[in-house]
């Protein structure tokens, strides 16, 4: 059986499953259902037929997000729905996203355009922002909410990329590590300190690989636990995350409430899980955004969580193994740029609903509701798709030319 | 019920997703095997190599192709290059080796092919550095004198 046949049964039966769960029965979600396996299909054959680099990325995607879309529409049918509809969005982007990449040719050029394009929207978000859960991070526009980080996620990668790649367009370094702790300034003031830390993830390790000087690295990592300390003793919510992380059971009603709650549904779901519909995830708060794994190890098991687990790593390590079998410097910390975002965010949401670091509100790629979530990992996962093509080029050529 | 089948479902369910898991690892060791096996290769065979730029062609086509005893070139699938280009035949030419030299026939294809730049009629010898020309591929022949 070929994996994009297993794909369409796992859907079939657990849209299958769905349709008995909510009461009263809706026969839109077998139809929503057959929607998204269809255009799983209809996506895949497109990339095998043209040729379009890297297979089994798009295959992994679409398992992690009809895992997403079933959770979703078990816990909030109408937040399906739309889901589904942001997945078809996704996979448009994803192939517009793959042409646009590979259409325009100097995408490292451009250092100063993605250094503006991060900081105004960053000053967008402030002017702007509308306050959610504590985070200033959303804009409102006609009806759509808007988060620019998870753009400016993308962006960010970008100026790396670009700056190693042509170092003496910006002065010195220290011009670069000012560009880059703004960027990181500017989201621990809108309080959204699970995206820092992940910006923060990306910088240290593209530094640390592309840059020469060991002694810099040292210093900037030393003057991150500085800041981290600084931190936990000026702003109450780090303080508040610190402490419900420690010792969550010491305030189970209050602060520990989400973190316990999430700890008690993983451990209701022992090995196999209660089943689909048999488990209460929903009494997390914010189940099917950050805590939607919990809801998952609960319903599906320990053995579902670390499967989930295991399609990160196989997704993680295609692209590592992307990254390095392309030659040009742009594009090589480019994949590398996407894949440690995805990495890092995976980690930092996974470690903290199993309380295995400090809980921080970021989206489990591709699984978590939400729109612009889901829409900017698509677009970073076309950019790779399109870099791997490159690559598996250019490895024909070298594996020839070494002879 | 309904029980009795969610039950079931996540038995079923974690099986397949292990098993999509084992795929998609199997997929990516062959994958990677197949790429060291590549590079293991002994190069002193003579091989054809692909004129045209890679990226004017809206197909899958190699930049290197080695040659063997009998290769046959064509649409189909039972050729042993086979090359997805609509100006070409399902058969279209073959390349045998005879006491170390090398001999271009066509298989009686549509369009004709070409050595560099004239059609063949009959079977033809190739010495290094010709050119090949099928359909709206062209390819370099290659034998190394040493």
């Known amino acids: ?403 | 019920m309904f029980q009795i089948l969610s039950w079931t479902i996540r038995y079923i369910f974690i099986g397949l997703i292990y098993y999509f898991i084992y795929h998609i690892i199997r997929l990516i060791y062959l994958d990677i095997k197949r790429i060291n096996e590549r590079q293991s290769k002994q190069f002193n065979s003579p091989y054809l190599k692909l004129v045209n730029r890679k990226e004017s062609l809206d197909f899958d086509i190699q930049e290197f192709y080695d040659l063997k005893d009998v290769i046959t070139m064509g649409r189909k699938k039972e050729n042993d290059i086979q090359i997805m280009d609509k100006f070409m035949s399902s058969q279209h030419a073959k390349i045998t080796m005879d006491e170390d030299e090398y001999f271009l026939e066509d298989l009686g294809s549509i369009n004709g092919t070409y050595l560099n730049g004239t059609q063949i009629q009959d079977v033809v010898k190739l010495k290094s550095g010709d050119r090949i020309g099928l359909g709206q591929v062209e390819f370099l022949f290659v034998k190394e004198v040493d």
């Open chain 1, 1 to 403: 059986m070929r994996p994009i046949s297993i794909l369409v049964i796992i859907n079939a039966m657990l849209f299958g499953l769905l349709y008995f769960i909510v009461e009263p029965r809706n026969t839109s979600i077998l139809a929503a259902g057959g929607i998204l396996t269809l255009l799983i299909i209809i996506a895949y054959i497109i990339i095998v037929r043209r040729g379009m680099g890297d297979q089994y990325l798009f295959l992994i995607i679409s398992m992690l997000s009809s895992l997403g879309v079933v959770m979703i529409y078990r816990l909030d049918p109408a937040f399906a729905f739309r889901q589904i509809t942001w997945y078809g969005a996704g996979v448009i982007l994803y192939f517009l996203s793959y042409t646009i990449f590979r259409w325009i040719k100097n995408w490292d050029k451009y250092i100063y355009l993605y250094i503006g394009f991060g900081i105004s929207l960053f000053l967008l978000t402030f002017i702007f922002g509308t306050t959610v859960k504590g985070a200033i991070n959303w804009i409102r526009i006609a009806g759509f909410t808007l988060q620019p980080a998870e753009i400016i996620k993308l962006s960010y990668v970008f100026f790396i990329a670009a700056y190693f790649t042509y170092p003496e367009k910006l002065k010195n370094v220290y011009y670069f590590l000012g560009i880059a702790y703004l960027h990181i300034i500017f989201l621990v003031l809108q309080r959204d300190l699970g995206m820092a830390m992940l910006f923060y993830g990306i910088f240290i390790s593209i530094f640390y690989v592309f840059y020469k000087d060991n002694k810099l690295i040292l210093y900037n990592l030393g003057s991150s636990v500085l800041i981290v300390v600084f931190g936990y003793y000026t702003m109450g919510h780090v303080r508040v995350r610190f402490e419900a992380w420690l010792d969550p059971w010491r305030d189970i009603a209050g602060r520990g409430y989400q973190i316990t709650q999430s700890l008690f549904s993983i451990g209701t779901g022992g090995f196999f899980g209660t089943g689909l519909g048999m488990g209460r995830p929903d009494y997390i708060p914010e189940v099917h955004t950050d805590f939607i794994f919990s809801a998952i190890c609960e319903e599906m098991g320990v053995f579902g969580g670390i499967a989930v687990v295991l399609l990160y790593f196989i997704l993680i390590y295609r692209g590592f193994k992307i990254t390095l079998t392309i030659q040009n410097t742009f594009r090589k910390i480019l994949a590398l740029g996407i894949t440690l975002t995805y990495t890092y965010q995976t980690f930092v949401i996974i470690g903290g609903v199993i309380k295995l670091i400090p809980l921080t509100g970021i989206t489990l790629p591709f699984i978590s509701y939400g729109g612009n979530a889901l829409v900017s990992a698509f677009i970073a996962f076309g950019i790779l798709q399109a870099l791997s093509k490159r690559s598996l080029e250019v490895e024909e050529l070298l594996d020839f030319g070494e002879q």
